[in-house]
């Protein structure tokens, strides 16, 4: 069984590079143009895709919640709602920033809060879709955007591991293709709150499904660990300036973050290996320097029977290694040799002169 992800045809699996998601979420400031920004900043940085976040407020929130007053200095309206609306992009900025983003040859989609926003989402293709955490519980969402039939992605921040299972069980027989992200839902969270070895537990679990990382830490280190445990999509959020109005943008990665996290995680993709131990050729040289050779330890004549306080060890490693220290022991010597004269198979006998 083989676990395996294809966004926009773009292959994610165990023996793959990280998939790397700039999540700008609302970062864009309600903002065609800042939003394009975003993308070409993180299409430089070298990132897999951008994703946004698509809301239908009238319909995901109560009126209560929606007409609440909201008087936090990130506010961009008076009332919660308000503030929602002026941070919602319309149809008509999706397919601005669809073809934007086709323009940059870099995958562009976003998360679905609610059923109206999953259906406008499908009505111009997305490649896939993002399932907040929040919504892990959200069974006839997920099931709905399931059967738009393109690759979910679930976070499962703020859940037990029962929770996953049952999102699992009810999304499979629809779509199997999903991946599940470990996440926390605090922003930031302590870094003894990442529970990273998650990864693990659910790759054991799922075996048929790929598996992340949806990292609200402020760094890139725990990405790459991330990765070393079986993560092969990254999301960390994304931002122009962590100083900019609004409560992401403290924990976002700016753009020379985005671009060492991706330098890194490519790197670890090499550096992990096949798991085979291997001797390379750019060793040779350093391995003599540093190793060591057999040698006499003082002036040694000919006939000499070896024992060990004729034998020395030391630098440079050009010579018999040490390890055969006990093959070498007892052998006479052919000819004589000087202190710090190396020893050769060649000037050992097994007979003693007579």
């Keep these: 069984m083989s676990r395996e992800l294809v966004i926009d045809g773009t292959r994610i699996a165990d023996d793959t590079n990280c998939y790397v998601i700039a999540e700008i979420g609302?970062?864009?400031?309600?903002d065609v143009e800042h939003c394009k920004r975003l993308f070409d900043a993180a299409r430089m940085a070298g990132a897999s895709a951008v994703k946004?976040?698509?809301?239908?407020?009238?319909?995901?929130?109560?009126?209560?919640?929606?007409?609440?007053?909201?008087?936090?200095?990130?506010?961009?309206?008076?009332?919660y709602g308000t503030h929602r609306e002026a941070l919602e992009f319309s149809r008509d900025d999706y397919l601005e920033l669809q073809q934007y983003a086709k323009s940059l040859d870099i995958t562009f989609f976003s998360t679905a809060f609610d059923f109206a926003s999953a259906d406008l989402l499908a009505e111009i293709d997305m490649p896939a879709y993002k399932?907040?955490?929040?919504?892990?519980?959200?069974?006839p969402l997920l099931q709905h955007v399931a059967r738009i039939g393109k690759p979910m992605i679930m976070s499962t921040g703020a859940s037990t591991i029962e929770d996953v299972q049952r999102a699992y069980d009810a999304v499979m027989p629809i779509n199997q293709q999903i991946a599940f992200l470990q996440c926390t839902a605090a922003y930031p969270p302590e870094y003894g709150q990442l529970d990273l070895r998650v990864i693990e537990t659910y790759r054991e679990r799922f075996p048929d499904v790929v598996v992340g990382f949806s990292g609200h830490d402020s760094g890139i280190a725990m990405s790459a660990v991330a990765y070393t445990l079986g993560a092969r999509?990254?999301?960390?959020?994304?931002t122009l300036n962590r100083a900019l109005r609004g409560t992401d943008h403290?924990?976002?990665l700016e753009p020379d973050g985005l671009r060492k996290l991706v330098r890194d995680l490519s790197r670890a993709t090499l550096a992990l290996g096949d798991g085979s131990k291997h001797f390379f050729e750019s060793e040779i040289e350093p391995s003599k320097k540093m190793g060591k050779k057999l040698l006499a330890?003082?002036?040694?004549?000919?006939?000499?029977?070896?024992?060990?306080?004729?034998?020395?060890?030391?630098?440079?490693?050009?010579?018999?290694?040490?390890?055969?220290?006990?093959d070498v022991l007892g052998k006479a010597l052919v000819t004589s040799l000087a202190m710090d004269e190396a020893l050769s198979w060649d000037i050992l006998s097994d007979r003693q002169r007579a």
């Design 250 to 252: 403290a924990f976002s």
């Design 26 to 30: 609302h970062n864009h400031q309600g």
């Design 131 to 139: 399932m907040a955490s929040g919504d892990l519980r959200s069974i």
């Design 233 to 238: 999509i990254i999301e960390k959020h994304f």
């Design 52 to 79: 946004l976040q698509k809301r239908d407020n009238r319909s995901l929130f109560t009126r209560a919640a929606f007409e609440a007053p909201y008087n936090s200095e990130n506010a961009y309206g008076p009332t």
């Design 297 to 326: 330890a003082h002036d040694l004549p000919a006939g000499r029977v070896l024992q060990p306080g004729d034998v020395a060890m030391k630098s440079p490693g050009d010579g018999i290694s040490p390890y055969h220290l006990g």
